[in-house]
Each structure stands twice: as structure tokens, then as C-alpha cells.
């Protein structure tokens, strides 16, 4: 199965606030490979930051819309992406990583595979684990008169 597709996920995902950065070891891919199949990820790659309805996105990206509504409910459904009712009709949009797919993955099943490799391997390469900084601060605080 070719890389190509998890890569472009995961360029999309580094767009999005907090990230997903590249990782010397490209444990991100492998990560991206067991939260999508092929033609999820390519339609997650589709999507944009803000809601549309499976019209609006076979429309907009010349996809067929036949079977696009379910298609997309069911990646809602396991967390890959986001929706919600907007005047009485389902809309979808991208979902973050951290605050979104995997968040959703540690809900849904709090010991699976994707939370062990996550946190062994990616989390360790780019965000602060037990109190191990990473060279990429994830966030900043100021005193209200503006010390740190």
C-alpha cells in the first residue's frame, strides 16, 4: 500500500491548529494507516476547516455524490472526522489530531493499539511526554501582567 496518500493526511493535519509534525522515524504515517483505509484518507483530504454538506463536497471536489452522505457518517462515526446538524441538515469538516481523532480514539477504546504506538513513539518525537519538553512548545501562558 503506497505512503502517498497517509503523507498528504498528514500535511493536511500540519495545516491545522496544533499540528501534526513529521517525525524522523515516520511513525505518523503507520499511525495514519490504522485510523484510515485508502479512500478515507483521500476523502478526508477533501475536506475543509469549515462545515459543508456531502452536496456541497462532491460539488466542490468532483466526487460522485452517490454514497458520499454515508460514507462520511460513517468516518464521523469513528472519529476520523467532524459534524453536526446546521438547519436541520448533517454537515461535516476536517477534524484536528490531537483534540479530535485521536481524543476520539482514547474515548472510544482507551487501550487500543493507536493510543500505545501514539504515545511510544510520535508523542515522544514531537509533543512533551511526562514532563520531557519537545523542542515545539504545544502552548504558552502569561500572567495578566504579561510575565511568563
Known amino acids: ?53 456531502a452536496e456541497q463536497i462532491a460539488r466542490r471536489s468532483a466526487i460522485p455524490a452517490e454514497g458520499l452522505s454515508e460514507k462520511l457518517e460513517s468516518m464521523w462515526g469513528r472519529g476520523q472526522i467532524e459534524s453536526r ?26 487501550f487500543n493499539h493507536l493510543r500505545t504506538v501514539c504515545r511510544s513513539r510520535f508523542a515522544e518525537e514531537k509533543f512533551e511526554i511526562e514532563g520531557r519538553p519537545s523542542s515545539t512548545p504545544s502552548s504558552r501562558v502569561d500572567g495578566i501582567d504579561g510575565s511568563p
Open 85 to 110: 446538524e446546521e438547519g436541520g441538515k448533517r454537515v461535516f469538516r476536517l477534524a484536528p489530531w490531537v483534540v479530535g481523532i485521536y481524543r476520539c480514539y482514547e474515548l472510544i477504546d482507551p
Open 1 to 53: 500500500m503506497s505512503n502517498e496518500v497517509y503523507q498528504k493526511v498528514a500535511e493536511v493535519l500540519n495545516t491545522l491548529p496544533n499540528g501534526f509534525p513529521p517525525t524522523e522515524s515516520g511513525v505518523e504515517i503507520k499511525l495514519l494507516k490504522k485510523v484510515f483505509e485508502p479512500d478515507e484518507a483521500e476523502l478526508f483530504c477533501k475536506l475543509k476547516l469549515n462545515y459543508e454538506t
